[in-house]
């Protein structure tokens, strides 16, 4: 089984601020694909952003974008001019191109001070 | 659309009891799948089914059973409860596992075996 690893259970940021959510996993394959979903407090996850392995340029959506280092298994969300709506559990997945399973993180419980 | 629904949003079940979580999606998704969520934990995938009548074992499918005779609905059963099955139940559905692929979320069951 593939796992992934969000080192960090709590973070925490200032409105209008930056913060950068990590995540590693571990596999042998060369095609899959990553995600972030966002889990608000209504608890129904939500796609944030994707990243599809064999493209080199990093995936952005609006305020957040990914820095994907392949050779290192590096997978991790910048959140830019952070917002109070953006306060949830942040997990990151993985889903190998051959396979129908993902594989999810523990989650980042992101809170944002006013 | 309704996106996935999923129903009770809560239950309490005594040890030994048996129940039927209901999912279902509007979306005419061929793939489904079940996840449990620990407290503190990561998604894991119990079941999940590529197209009716079609279903496979995830991570963690003992004490459950699936069924998949409609594209639209994809309940999980659980015979004979366990306190080790109180968890936070998500139902996901998605169109196909191509680059283009997103698992769209139900609000999830939260279940309590005592």
């Known amino acids: 089984a593939q796992t992934v690893t969000q080192s960090q259970p709590e973070m925490s940021v200032q409105e209008a601020e930056t913060v950068t959510l990590s995540c590693t996993y571990d596999?042998?394959?060369?095609?899959?694909?990553l995600f972030w979903y966002k889990q608000p407090p209504s608890r129904q996850m939500i796609l944030v952003i994707r990243?599809?392995?064999?493209?080199?340029q990093n995936a952005t959506e609006n305020r957040f974008s990914v820095n994907f280092q392949k050779a290192a298994k590096s997978f991790s969300l910048k959140i830019s001019d952070s917002q109070l709506g953006d306060a949830a559990m942040y997990f990151c997945?993985?889903?190998?191109?051959?396979?129908?399973?993902?594989?999810f993180g523990t989650g980042t419980s992101l809170t944002v001070i006013p | 659309n309704a996106g996935v629904t999923q129903t009770p949003k809560f239950r309490i079940l005594k040890i030994g009891q048996s129940m039927t979580l209901q999912c279902a999606q509007d979306?005419?998704?061929?793939?489904m799948y079940w996840y449990r969520q620990d407290p503190g934990m990561g998604l894991k995938l119990i079941y999940y089914?590529?197209?009716?009548?079609?279903?496979d074992k995830g991570e963690v499918p003992n004490g459950y059973n699936v069924s998949r005779s409609t594209t639209e609905d994809f309940p999980l059963r659980l015979e004979l409860a366990a306190p080790s099955q109180t968890s936070v139940y998500f139902c996901?559905?998605?169109?196909?596992?191509?680059?283009?692929?997103?698992?769209?979320f139900g609000p999830g069951t939260r279940l309590t075996v005592l």
């Open positions: 990243q599809e392995a064999y493209k080199q």
């Open positions: 979306m005419n998704h061929n793939y």
């Open positions: 089914s590529v197209g009716a009548g079609i279903t």
């Open positions: 997945a993985y889903r190998s191109f051959n396979e129908d399973q993902f594989y």
């Open positions: 996901a559905s998605s169109y196909s596992r191509g680059p283009g692929e997103t698992q769209y």
């Open positions: 596999t042998s394959e060369s095609d899959y694909y």
